[in-house]
Each structure stands twice: as structure tokens, then as C-alpha cells.
């Protein structure tokens, strides 16, 4: 396990399970509820919740790989938390309530929408919390990176992180897994004169070379810096080739699959 930050979002609070794997628990103190948002490890959850005297009540997935389900099944038998996730999850797990683009669920007070961010997987979903300004995007984007397209296609996937790319730039993005700086090395050689993005990837590497983490990240700073929200751009195009921005995404995305 990593070391586990905690942070305060307005009037939640926010606690990662595990820095690297980016498993967190979504405390609200008013209603006294805490959603499992995904569920790499059925154990640890539970006994992260319970050190700090909170119950899980609800398991939010993004979608169905067993590194962000997987856990479902260990938690309800622990807990009786309702599990709020695509259609795709039922894979893994019985799901209470099925969420689709728009959608919105809560936790206590607090309000998501859920976002398609279909691509990684067919059914992916994102929790966007517009009043708190965070968004749990799962594998559909990273710090400087996006998820493998497994399931998907380019132009879906496109459409997926142009979701996102419409969000505030404030948003703070929770992805899931600290992939950080090896993202930043296809980065910096997909966009090499890149100026922000070559300040990005030395904070990161002083970051990593002090074992501290890099997420969650600013979806701001990433329209500036990731390649795979900037398929759109003149210099990227030019460089990966595509008469549209889903088939330079698609370039981008191969290149990084055999980098």
C-alpha cells in the first residue's frame, strides 16, 4: 500500500485506500454515508472504513475490470452497501441501481452526474461532483494518459474524453491508478516541444523520486499537457497524422500501446 492522503472536498472528505492504486473512500459527515468509489480490494475497504469509524453504504464502479470491481461481492457481504454502476459491472457483482449517461446519484448532500466515458470498456462510467469540483473518471483518463482502449473504438473513445474535456477547468480528476510518469515519457515524445508539459513531467519525476503522488490532477492542466485530450490540436495532427481528432486520438493511442 501506498501512503493514503486525505483531502477535504467542501464538505466531504476524501481518503485514498491506496495512493497507487488510487482506491478511495468518499466520506460525508452530515449523513455520515461513505461510498467505496471502485473496489480493487474487498478487505482492505472495510478496514480502512472501520479504523476511522466509518460504514461503507454505497460502492460507486466505474466500470467492470476486476481491479475496480472486483471487490463488490467482499464489501456487501461485510457492509450491505448498495452497489451504484454501469450495466457492464453485473460481470462481477449484482448491482442495485444501473447508471447511464446523465443519471445522477448521491452521497448524502452531494450530487454526481454520471458521465459516458465508454472507450476502456463499453459500459465505462465517470462520477462527475460539479458543486464539490471533483470528478472519478476511473481508467477513462489519466494523469497525461487515457486508458487502453480494450473494448472500444476511436471514435467512441474521442467522444468519451471530449466529455471530460468539457468539464471545468478546476475539475479535480480522480483517476485510478498512478501511472503518471511513465505516461509523461510517451507524452513528451508525442508532444516534444510541449513547454508546459516539459515542466509537468520534471515536477512529476521530483514527485515520484520522493514517493510522493501525482494524483489526483487538474483536468486544466491536462488540456495544456495530455496528447490524448489535445488530438484536436494542429501540432499533434500534424505530427500523427488524421483528417479528424479521433483518428490522430487512434495514432496517439496505438503509439502508446507498443511504446
Known amino acids: 500500500m501506498g501512503e493514503s492522503p486525505v483531502w477535504d472536498h467542501r464538505e466531504g472528505v476524501l481518503y485514498f485506500v491506496d495512493a497507487e492504486a488510487c482506491a478511495v473512500l468518499w466520506y460525508d459527515p452530515a449523513s455520515g454515508e461513505t461510498a467505496a468509489i471502485d473496489t480493487p480490494d474487498g478487505a482492505e475497504y472495510p478496514k480502512q472504513a472501520g479504523a476511522k469509524g466509518w460504514q461503507i453504504t454505497q460502492i460507486w464502479n466505474t466500470h467492470w475490470h476486476p481491479d475496480h470491481a472486483g471487490g463488490n461481492k467482499v464489501i ?3 457492509t450491505g452497501a448498495k452497489v451504484i454502476a454501469p450495466q457492464e459491472v453485473e460481470k462481477l457483482s449484482p448491482i442495485d441501481t444501473i447508471v447511464t449517461q446523465d443519471d445522477v446519484v448521491a452521497l448524502g448532500q452531494h450530487e454526481a452526474r454520471v458521465i459516458d466515458v465508454s472507450g476502456h470498456t463499453n459500459g465505462h462510467v465517470a462520477f462527475h461532483l460539479a458543486a464539490d469540483g471533483i470528478a472519478f473518471v ?7 494518459g487515457c486508458g487502453r482502449m480494450f473494448e472500444g473504438e476511436p471514435q467512441q473513445f474521442w467522444k468519451s474524453l471530449d466529455r471530460i474535456r468539457q468539464l471545468p477547468d478546476e475539475t479535480v480528476l480522480y483517476c485510478a491508478h498512478e501511472y503518471t510518469q511513465a505516461n509523461a515519457r510517451f507524452a513528451l515524445h508525442a508532444d516534444p516541444d510541449n513547454e508546459a508539459l516539459q515542466a509537468y513531467a520534471q515536477e512529476i519525476d521530483i514527485k515520484r523520486d520522493r514517493g510522493q503522488a501525482t494524483v ?7 488540456l495544456q499537457t495530455n496528447p490524448f485530450l489535445r488530438a484536436d490540436r494542429p501540432e499533434l ?5 488524421g483528417d479528424t481528432p479521433a483518428e490522430t486520438f487512434a495514432a496517439l493511442r496505438s503509439a502508446k500501446d507498443s511504446f
Do not use: I, M
Open 216 to 222: 489526483p490532477t487538474k483536468l486544466g492542466r491536462e
Open 76 to 78: 456487501v457481504e461485510q
Open 138 to 144: 476511473g481508467d477513462s483518463v489519466f494523469a497525461l
Open 237 to 241: 495532427q500534424s505530427r500523427w497524422g
